[in-house]
């Protein structure tokens, strides 16, 4: 090992996924995620069980994750983990054990704003992908967050707009559940939207001001229109899922790319990174890639590996803040609301 390259482990515990990485410098050398199976049957994550999902999952998947990158747990340089936001019991897990493996090894901790790390996932080093430009917007789509974020260097980050009820993945979850499809249910939505016709039923879209978000009259009126039809058909979600599938994903993505366009409007910055689970919707991808053809955006996809939560995000703001001499002492502690 070489003194002048930086081994960062990195812990991320802040919903249902259990996750582990090592990164050397800003290259990827492990990336490990214990996923929870548990919450499919309940529709949704049960908090309680999540944390005690964690500790039965936290050792092995650190311990599969240094194994991985071939280092020894004395070449580690700083260990990050993520304070927040999340559920209180998981990142509890997490911030617990980074805690005290840190002191156990006598190395630097390092927290990270889970959020910040889901922008900052664009500059783990990667073959055929190119890292975006300062300044550059950052749309973060996930189960928790829906923000247009202003990136003007690694640490100085602004909120311009977020959703001012649920996030558009509760969005794309809640619209599912009512089609009977099982948890999660946005994956599903996309799967079937590719073959239906996005034109088939309409949806209005919220009037909200500035580039902040609404999803909550989306969710409703989905639960009306299908109230509606199945009591005229009871066979119309069956008959029809497709077509309902794909103008649901249809209005969604028109409401995210309309406040996109706007931000670029107003702040004139035309590189746009996206990131968080939503990210790996291939009808956003899609939108996304047709207005940097069509209004000159430059536009910076993540893999799919990085959009869903996991422990590579977390490394990347370890190294930079590494770099940054930016530690925390053992006092600190989880925040479930954690602004960046």
Known sequence: MTSQNIYILAIESSCDDTAAAVLKNDT?????????????????????????????????VIHQAIDEANIDKKDISAIAFTKGPGLMGSLLVGTSFAKSLAMGLSVPLIEVNHMQAHILAH???????SKPGFPFLALTISGGHTQIVKVSNYFEMEVIGQTIDDAVGEAFDKSAKILGLPYPGGPL????????????????KPKVAGLDFSFSGLKTAVLYFIQKQVRENPNFIEENRDDICASIQYTIVEILMDKLKKAVKQTGIKEIAIGGGVSANSGIRKALYDAEAKYGWKTYVPKFEYTTDNA?????????????????????????????
């Open 28 to 60: 990827l050398l492990s990336n490990i995620v214990a996923t929870q199976e548990v919450h499919r049957k309940y529709g949704g994550v049960v908090p309680e069980l999540a944390s005690r999902a964690h500790q039965q999952n936290i050792v092995p």
């Open 312 to 340: 590579a995000m977390i490394g990347i703001v370890g190294y930079y803040k590494y770099l940054n001499n930016d530690f925390c002492d053992l006092s600190v502690t989880a925040q479930a609301r954690y602004e960046i």
């Open 189 to 204: 939505i996309d799967k079937y939207a590719k073959t239906g016709n996005h034109l088939a039923f309409k949806f209005t």
């Open 123 to 129: 500059f783990i080093a990667e073959e055929n992908f």
